[in-house]
């Protein structure tokens, strides 16, 4: 059922440590369940996605919002005639590199990191998958096939220039060909990230009283949507009103996408998922009345949400936890724990030695870092 351009199984380009394939599972479909089964992705559950993870229990965190993505990937690639189990896998991994309290603690750390070559959540994602997983007998890492880790390094679209230390070191020995765009299901994953959020953060900021449900009904979109719902059901309850009306939101996203994207798949006709790559320009994408609405909507956010005070007052206590833990453990490694002492040992300089301690910065979650804060520093 799959259509040509697709990432095909049976044409994967490998793995860098070759294994015997399963006699069930599809070489996706593995990739997807070892992340699922990885440390990092459980840990997400308590990673922040806009407000940080103990201020309430109905908000997204980073957890939520990946298996979100997923779901809006998998629809979307369903309709296109893709792999959905590459899509998925995608989806699910996207996010694995971000730190504690999400953006915030990230522009924190590359702050950190600023003399030891930067960091970058996106970057940190591979060096999760390829070497910081330690759980199988041959290999560092989840072993994923290159399809899966292309994906993960270029959905966004081709890296160019300096690139990351993370993603340099993995890319040196195993060649993502990175100056070209990701397959059609990477695209696809992007995008989904880009519906979830925006429909998900809408929700949130409205839970969190940050704006109401009349602010918003001005913005594109949005209010036909909410019109649409009080023609249906004029005597409807706030709190179904706003979710009926935020659903279809989430329609109109999912909906323009696989528009948009049929019309520019068929426009450039591909033959073969390397068709794909060599576009020179994505083939997953919004439409331009679409996507000029949502940067609009983004505005808003951006101001009311991302922005509002009591957000921008936990920013400030967040970085400083983070800026605080960084210089500690660099100065005191012996503060990690008993399994990070190899990888300290095995630091020649400072630099190797900083970029432990972003891993494990990286690695935890909001509260154990808050916790950490407090036993450190106080």
Known sequence: MLEKYASIPAHARGRLYPEEESAFRSCFQRDRDRIIHASAFRRLKHKTQVFVEHEGDYFRTRLTHSIEVAQV?????????????????????HDLGHTPFGHTGEDALADCMAPYG?????????????????????????NLTWETLEALAKHNGPVTGALPYALAEYNACHDLELG??????????????????NNHDLQDGLRAEL????????LPIIGGCYAEVDALYPDLGSYRRRHEALRRVFGVMVSDVIAESRRLIAALDPQRVEDVRAAGAPVVQFSAPLWA????????????????????????RVTGVVMDLFPLYLSQPEHLPRHWKGDIAAARDQTALARVVADYIAGMTDRFALQEHERLIG
């Open 73 to 93: 990937a998998r629809t979307i690639a369903g309709a296109l005639g893709l792999n959905g189990e590459l899509t998925e896998a995608v989806a699910l991994a």
């Open 293 to 316: 609405d949502l940067k609009e909507i983004r505005a808003f956010l951006f101001a009311r949400m991302y922005r509002a005070p009591s957000v921008v007052e936990m920013r400030k």
């Open 118 to 142: 930067g960091f970058d959540h996106n970057a940190q994602a591979i060096r999760i998958v390829t070497s910081l997983e330690r759980h199988y007998a041959e290999w560092d890492g989840l």
């Open 180 to 197: 070209t765009y990701a397959s059609a299901e990477a695209q696809v994953a992007a995008l989904s990230d880009d519906i979830s959020y």
């Open 211 to 218: 704006f109401t449900d009349d602010d918003i009904c001005a």
